[in-house]
Every structure is written in C-alpha cells, then in structure tokens.
T-cell receptor, first 110, second 113 residues
C-alpha cells in the first residue's frame, strides 16, 4: 500500500526556520519530491531527492533517509510569501508516477 | 506561449451531465496526468498517459474517461457527473528522458450541483 504522512498545519514567524517532516511507506520508491502550492494556484516544484542526504537550494533544503522512510523540507529566513501548502510526493513506478501526501499548510506571521 | 494550459478555469454543471476538461501542453512531453485535489485527500491520480494512444488508470479512475489522440492534448471527460466529483482538477506533464519533474496546469475548479 501507499502511505505518506505529513503534518496538516504549521505556524512560524517571519525570519525564523521551519522544518516540515514527511514519512512514507510505499511499494516502490524512485525519489521524493517537494512541491509548493499557494492557495488557488498550481503546485510548483521545489526539490527532488533520490539519494540519502541533504540537498540545498537557496533558502530551501530537503533531506532524505531512505532506510527510515523519512524526509524533511527546511525553510530558512521565512518570508510572508512562504505561507503556502507544501506537498510531499514519492515517485512510485518509475520517475513518472507520483503519490502525494495530503500537504502541510504553513502560515507565516509577522 | 510555452506551457501547460487547462480550460475552463471554472465550471458549474448539474448531476448527470457530461463535462469535458481540456489540457494542452506545448513542451511535447510524453507523459501527461490528471489529478483531483480535495480537502483531506491531497492530490490523487485519476488517469495518466505515457504517449499518444496510451492511457492507464490511476488511483481514482471510476466515472472518468480520457483520450490522447495527439501528444499535446489530454482531455478528461466526466460522462455523467455526480456531486462527489466536485473538486479541483489539475493536469500535469513531464518528459522522463530529461529527468524533469511534473509541471502542473493552473487547475479547473468544477462544481456539480
């Protein structure tokens, strides 16, 4: 079966650091993706991890541990525009099919 | 303009009616996908297509029909709409040969009364 868990909602303050966790149990694994989705908009790609370790991209970093079925997205120097939902997705059969978690809604306050 | 476009952006219809959601991409991506997004469920795959004339079911295909006669188009049809199909529908595409992530259209918000 496919199971991807992430917190429903998180709050943080502008300028702070926040970590959004994602745990997964899937029948196949071909990488872990993070997408950002602002309210009423399309998901946009943030990061992709296929090997264990940390991938850094500006203010955003993503970490993967395949043995633990665990990933996190780290957002530094939070800005108001980072208020959005963050979707964790696992590449299932091949790179092409994705299984999504229910998303974490992040609210950044001044 | 290059990209992936969905139409209409908003649609209201009645139960029992047939409705078709359109998706068009200009990247010549081989793979295209249809998802629905509902509160508490996240994005769920309805159907996908690996190439023209090749389609396959996803997690929630019942009540939906797709076709892919041309690489650039991937319409989704609800043959007899039901209230449970009220949702936001996203189309996406990717090119596996270039290791690209899936790119999403802006979505269609569909309400069935």
């Amino acid at each position: 079966g496919q199971n991807i868990d992430q917190p429903t909602e998180m709050t943080a303050t502008e300028g702070a650091i926040v970590q959004i966790n994602c745990t997964y149990q899937t029948s196949g694994f071909n990488g872990l993706f993070w997408y950002q989705q602002h309210a009423g908009e399309a998901p946009t790609f943030l990061s992709y991890n296929v090997l264990d370790g940390l991938e850094e991209k500006g203010r955003f970093s993503s970490f993967l541990s395949r043995s633990k079925g665990y990933s996190y997205l780290l957002l530094k120097e939070l800005q108001m525009k980072d208020s959005a939902s963050y979707l964790c997705a696992v590449g299932d059969t091949g790179f092409q099919k994705l299984v999504f978690g229910t998303g974490t809604r992040l609210l950044v306050s001044p | 303009d290059a990209g992936i476009t969905q139409s209409p952006r908003y649609k209201i219809t009645e139960t029992g009616r047939q409705v078709t959601l359109m998706c068009h991409q200009t990247w010549s991506h081989s793979y295209m996908f249809w998802y629905r997004q509902d509160l508490g469920h996240g994005l769920r795959l309805i159907y996908y297509s690996a190439a023209a004339d090749i389609t396959d079911k996803g997690e929630v295909p019942d009540g939906y029909v797709v076709s892919r006669s041309k690489t650039e188009n991937f319409p989704l049809t609800l043959e007899s709409a039901t209230r449970s199909q009220t949702s936001v529908y996203f189309c996406a595409s990717t090119d596996p040969d270039s290791n690209q992530p899936q790119h999403f259209g802006d979505g269609t918000r569909l309400s069935i009364l």
